[in-house]
């Protein structure tokens, strides 16, 4: 037994016998034969147990839906919120929702839909939490992205303590996240337990439900819906990509616009790997250069065609072609739900070759480190010439947040995590990708194995500040050595020098 | 050497005071806060001098209060919560950094006004999204630090916009950039690689602005800011809704904000529309308010770079429609104010005197978050409370600005009063607690709280107040920064 009968018997005694376990095929569920686990029902469960774990001193992780969970390998309590699991409010005319951390984004967006309304997502998708936690994803050009969309928030510290954000914590209301006083939006990403949220919601003028045909996995929609259009066009260098995305931005036309090379539109709009590779030499062959999809809505009468216009306009200023395999009716319906509903990301990441590993940059426009990202491409396509990582163009992908104010790029490979090579060149590439992201001044490189001093050093000391707020919230240090960052399988506790270091990646 | 020579060693004589009426003018200001004699002033000129400056307070345990703007002031928050504080006036450190048209964005020391930053945007084609008429010595980083609603919602994704990065010397002494600026390398060596200060969050899963914006410089002291700025438009259409029903107006304003459809947007009373747009004292004053309908919604429809003229009879065609649902008519003037006087009005600062002062020589502001279910109830408790003090409902100016996209409603009432009459005075000031502790009963939401009310307020969250606290113990250990404002 990973926890003493008594620290175990005081947990049950919260939230009932059927709400913990620590059996062996439980455990084996989970992935690691080192946790307990337990299922909180409430807020105040919630806050019951963790105080339990800091008397008890036994470090604790929670997970929300499971999509970054890397279960470390010490004794450890896992806290499964999957009880909590409601969508409190919907409000329409104050423009945001209210939900606790189970609730999945394909539900709160279904209920949306049906207002007229929808709201951000992550690249991950729509079986993630709802919670506006990590957050960057297709949709950021006009849904902004994870903690800027966060309002009033419920928040369970490492102590066990509950702080409500803002409004809810004044008169119960969800429309706040800030103050009185500073806002503690800054540090509720830094560990405890988020159990209930206020996110926004934006404007949708799409249906109110796809009318989808077809069975799994090959869906489609009977007809674009008239106000709408997908389209992916290449450019012939990356300035003139670059020239076009920030054109677009600034004329506010566009719902979405993902980055895409041609191999995420191929993994999309394909079921399996032989049509997916075949595919993808088909686009390659036709694309010119870089390239993005981009995604219109008229949300009402003469708004599309105005912005179908100025689209038309900017591609034709900056050389852009359209690829015609997305003009043909199905990959365009597919692009068109699966990437405003975002249920392609298994597609795009795992179907290939069973792992990916990305390096990223979140926030930031992709014009500003773009030297960077093709460096990364090159040494990316090393490793696809030397058979070790799936054989796709090789490229980088990325797309503006807010209109292009702010912006999201990412490169990854795609690899067959047992095999050894595999699995080591891929791990190297990720931190001589890191390093130079941080040599070169282009950013504060997340996910690599850099040692944190390394990176911190470079970056006002942050790791130290961040280790000392941590410890002022989690002093007997049994709180998550993880929290939210900006990349899921990045941990708050691995930014800090507070914890015991985080074991290099082992191969499965 | 005594403490205040070994300050005004580091900013330099002629950049240090401890003139009496200099001391006597920052002990005091336009609020209701006991005044408090400062010990001396500093105003240093570079982020060294701030440094050197925080590392001294340390080591003497002095008490600092950072100001950004010019006189007057209004808030109480740059008034000694404490004996024995200096001051660290850096309304001179005035530099603006860069201003990049490609990244839309700027980068500003603490003394630059908004007076000064619109023209230097401007020639740049850039605009920045302001707050309300700010008056001319306002400090545009002390206004973003406050969060002040800003007038283009729909340009205002987080409540911590348009803030991109900033670099502080916390209370402790060490200097610390945010988001982006943070690093890696110097600002100088991120400028060579084309990088920019603009992205708001990190290093880490930290969000590092949010813990100084609304301290009321508790938590340390800011040296430059950025700022996000937006595209200057190609064409503007403003017009005016006028309406006795606010429920009506709260709709419309409602679906242009979602629908993202104009920039400025906002509503006022008759009393604050007057206010603002009269000249001539007392009589435009009253012949304008007579003019007005009860609530008026300002909005701006703009086009931009592509096909202006086509976007905004797009948009103002999609607008009609929505206005045929609510029962309203946009029109391009209210009663003898036209819609593109008051933009012209709203995009630059006030005139000089500050448009709050011009009715009776001073205002109290009571102002909170709320949204638009609640405004009435809140309006008329408002009413009633006014009555009962004395002060006459309809002389109350009401501002209601919607916020972050529509989430959320700044509401504001300016009690317009004159300081020289202590009945007045004194009215006011009654009228401005019972006020506060009432609304704060039906829903509204004080998060920016001052003066004297500021810790009744954040009291109430205890768990929250406490949680303050664990940060306040690790930016300023010593609390050095501000003591006695909100729970520090
Ligand atoms: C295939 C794939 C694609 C992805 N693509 C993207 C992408 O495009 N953009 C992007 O932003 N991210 C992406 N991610 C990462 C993504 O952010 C996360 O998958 C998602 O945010 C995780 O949500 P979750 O609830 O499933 O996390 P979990 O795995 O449950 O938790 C993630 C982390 O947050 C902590 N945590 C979970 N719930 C809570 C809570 N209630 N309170 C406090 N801490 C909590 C956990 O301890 C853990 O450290 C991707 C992941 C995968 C697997």
Redesign the interface.
């Given at each position: 037994m990973a926890i003493s009968k008594e620290a175990y018997k005081e947990i049950e005694d919260v939230v009932g016998p059927e709400n913990i376990s620590d059996d062996p095929s439980i455990k084996d569920a989970y992935r690691s034969q080192y946790l307990t686990v337990v299922l909180p029902g409430n807020t105040e469960e919630v806050a019951a147990v963790v105080k339990l774990f800091n008397k008890h001193k036994i470090p604790f992780q929670v997970q929300s839906t499971g999509w970054s969970f890397y279960p470390p390998e010490y004794d450890f309590i896992f806290v499964d919120m999957r009880r909590m699991n409601r969508i409190i409010e919907i409000n329409e005319k104050n423009m945001y929702a209210v939900v606790e951390p189970y609730v999945i984004v394909a539900e709160l967006q279904a209920e949306l839909f049906k207002r007229g309304l929808t709201c951000n997502m992550k690249g991950s998708g729509a079986n993630t939490t709802a919670l506006a936690m990590s957050g960057h994803g297709h949709m950021g050009l006009s849904t902004g992205t994870g903690d800027r969309n966060d309002l009033a928030t419920e928040w369970v510290t490492d102590e066990g303590e509950i702080i409500r954000l803002g409004t809810v914590g004044a008169s119960g209301e969800w429309f706040c996240g800030d103050g009185p006083g500073p806002s503690l939006r800054g540090v509720i990403r830094i560990g405890g337990v988020m159990t209930k949220q206020s996110t926004k919601i934006y404007h949708w003028g799409g249906p109110t439900k796809y009318a989808l045909e077809g069975n799994s996995p090959r869906y489609t929609l009977p007809e674009i819906p008239a106000n709408m259009m997908v389209r992916y066009y290449s450019f012939p260098t990356v300035e003139k990509l670059i020239e076009a995305e920030l054109k677009i931005g600034e004329s506010e036309i566009a719902f979405e616009l993902m980055g895409f090379c041609p191999s995420m539109v191929s993994s999309n709009i394909t079921t399996n790997n032989e049509e997916d590779f075949a595919t993808l030499e088909r686009f390659t062959k036709e694309v010119q250069g870089p390239g993005f999809m981009v995604i219109i809505i008229g949300n009402f009468p003469g708004d599309f065609e105005y912005k179908k216009m100025v689209l038309e306009q900017i591609i034709k200023e900056t050389k852009g072609k359209s690829l015609k395999a997305v003009e043909d009716h199905n990959a365009e319906a597919t692009l068109l739900f699966q990437c405003t509903r975002v249920t392609g990301s298994i597609r795009e990441t795992f179907r290939a070759g069973g792992m990916f590993s990305s390096m990223m940059v979140q926030g930031q426009r992709y014009d500003l480190h773009v030297e960077w990202l093709e460096q990364a491409a090159v040494w990316k396509r090393e490793l696809i010439k030397k058979g070790l990582i799936i054989a796709d163009d090789g490229q980088q992908f990325g797309w503006g947040e807010e209109q292009g104010h702010l912006g999201h790029t990412e490169i990854f490979c795609r690899y067959n995590p047992y095999d050894a090579d595999s699995f080591k060149a891929v791990h190297d590439w990720m931190d001589k990708v890191a390093k130079l992201a941080l040599t070169g001044h282009y950013s504060v490189p997340v996910n690599s194995a850099l040692p944190i001093e390394e990176i911190g050093s470079q970056a006002c000391n942050y790791h130290i500040w961040l280790g000392k707020i941590k410890q002022a919230f989690d002093p007997n240090l049994v709180g998550a050595r993880t929290g939210f960052s900006y990349v899921g399988a990045d941990t708050a506790g691995a930014h800090t020098l507070v914890y015991p270091p985080k074991p290099p990646a082992k191969q499965p | 050497m005594v403490v205040e020579a070994k300050f005004a060693k580091i900013v330099g004589a002629g950049n240090a005071s401890s003139q009496k009426e200099t001391l006597e003018e920052y002990s005091r200001d336009m609020s209701f806060v006991n005044p408090v004699r400062p010990a001396f002033i500093v105003r240093p000129k570079t982020a060294a001098e701030i440094e050197k400056i925080v590392n001294l307070a340390n080591e003497t345990n002095t008490p600092l209060v950072p100001v950004s703007s010019g006189s007057p002031h209004f808030r109480g928050d740059t008034v000694p919560g404490t004996g024995g504080v200096v001051i660290v006036d850096l309304s001179g450190m005035k530099k603006i950094i860069k201003i990049t048209r490609?990244?839309?964005v700027a980068m500003v020391e603490p003394g630059v006004t908004f007076a000064e930053l619109i023209p230097a945007v401007t020639r740049e084609g850039l605009r920045l999204n302001m707050p309300l008429l700010p008056r001319q010595s306002k400090s545009v980083v002390g206004s973003m630090l406050e969060?002040e609603p800003v007038i283009m919602p729909k340009y205002q994704?987080?409540?911590?916009d348009p803030l991109a990065c900033i670099e502080v010397v916390f209370g402790n002494g060490e200097?610390?950039?945010t988001?982006?600026a943070?690093?890696?390398?110097t600002i100088e060596?991120?400028w060579?690689?084309?990088?920019?200060q603009?992205?708001?969050?990190?290093?880490?899963?930290?969000?590092?602005?949010?813990?100084?914006?609304?301290?009321?410089g508790?938590?340390g002291i800011v040296t430059w800011a950025s700022l996000?700025c937006e595209?200057l438009p190609e064409l503007e259409q403003p017009f005016v809704v006028g309406s006795a029903n606010l429920g009506k107006l709260?709709?419309l304003a409602?679906w242009l904000v979602?629908?993202?459809l104009v920039n400025e947007c906002f509503m006022v009373n008759n009393t604050d529309l007057a206010a603002i747009m009269a000249e001539k004292w007392p009589t435009d004053y009253c012949d304008l308010k007579d003019s007005l309908p009860r609530w008026i919604l300002f909005y701006n429809v703009a086009g931009?770079?592509?096909?202006p003229e086509?976007?905004v009879s797009?948009?103002i065609?999609?607008i009609t429609?929505i206005c045929k649902q609510v029962g309203v008519e946009p029109v391009k003037a209210a009663g003898k104010v036209s819609a593109n006087e008051i933009l012209k009005t709203v995009q630059k600062p006030s005139g000089e005197p500050y448009w709050k002062l011009r009715y009776k020589g001073a205002c109290q502001d009571i102002f909170f978050?709320?949204?638009?279910?609640k405004l009435e109830r809140q309006l008329s408790i408002m009413n009633e409370l006014a009555n009962q003090y004395g002060f006459q409902s309809s002389d109350i100016g009401i501002y209601l600005q919607p916020m972050?996209?529509?989430?959320?409603c700044h509401c504001e009432f300016n009690l317009f009063y004159d300081p020289t009459n202590p009945r007045e005075v004194a009215r006011v000031k009654t009228l401005y607690t019972k006020a506060t502790e009432a609304l704060?009963k039906v829903?509204a939401?004080?998060?920016?709280?001052y003066d004297t009310t500021?810790r009744m307020?954040?009291n109430?969250?205890a768990?929250?107040v406490?949680?303050?606290n664990?940060?306040k113990?690790?930016l300023d250990p010593n609390h050095i920064m501000n003591p006695g404002k909100?729970?520090f």
């Open positions: - | 490609h990244n839309r969060r994704w987080d409540s911590s200097t610390f950039r988001g982006q943070a690093g890696p390398g060596e991120q060579a690689a084309g990088g920019v603009k992205t708001p969050y990190g290093p880490g899963p930290a969000q590092w602005q949010r813990l100084v914006q609304g301290a009321q508790t938590m996000r595209l709260t709709d409602h979602r629908m993202k931009y770079h592509y096909s086509e976007r797009t948009q065609k999609g429609d978050i709320t949204i638009y279910d972050v996209q529509g989430t959320n704060m829903g939401f004080f998060s920016r709280p500021a307020i954040v109430q969250n768990a929250s406490d949680a303050l664990r940060v113990g690790v909100l729970c």
